[in-house]
């Protein structure tokens, strides 16, 4: 594992049944309880996944997901919904920079300092760097759902190159976490089906971070 490797959960998208029914709070409260310090486990930051829910109902199902996280030492990122991130108590914001273009500088200065920006970029080196100047706080690449793995080599390329922390998304597999980690990625990214979907979410997520040079 390369040193200072971290892991980003990823929660499936806000109305889906397992944010609402409890599904999400259960497994994460067990991911947690059994990393005691999550993030000198390599368990550092949670994302949650943008969703058709209005706000009142976003900022209820995601309260006490978000208080878990935080409680923890988790940096806990909301997708997309920039209006709800000082509302929701969220330690930060990701979008996709390709579709932000140009508006993503502005929407740096519009968050402030305070708060983490990340800048999804898919598999778009002109992206990233756009991103990277504008003052994200790291750029992503790949895609959130399991099975749209970054391309190691762009990631590598990143890494060797750039100063913003580089996340990879979108990994299925063990293989593909470990693959990702090895490129140099700074976080890899843990989509539900990873860990949320394990009958042992706990025993999963120690499984990936071993697959990936860590301590489990």
Known sequence: ???GLQFLLV???LDAAPCRDGGVLA????????HEDAPAAGLSALLLRDSTLDDTALLETAAPIIHVGQDAGLAVLLENRRELVEASGCDGLHVDAEAEGKAFAGLRRRLGDDRILGAGCGSSRHAAMLAGEAGADYVAFGGLEGGGAADPALVAWWADCMTPPVVALGAGTPEEVAALAAAGADFVALAPALWLEDADPAGAVAGLIAAAGGKA
């Open 1 to 3: 594992m390369a040193d």
């Open 27 to 34: 497994a994460l409260t067990a991911v947690l309880q059994a």
């Open 11 to 13: 929660s499936p998208p």
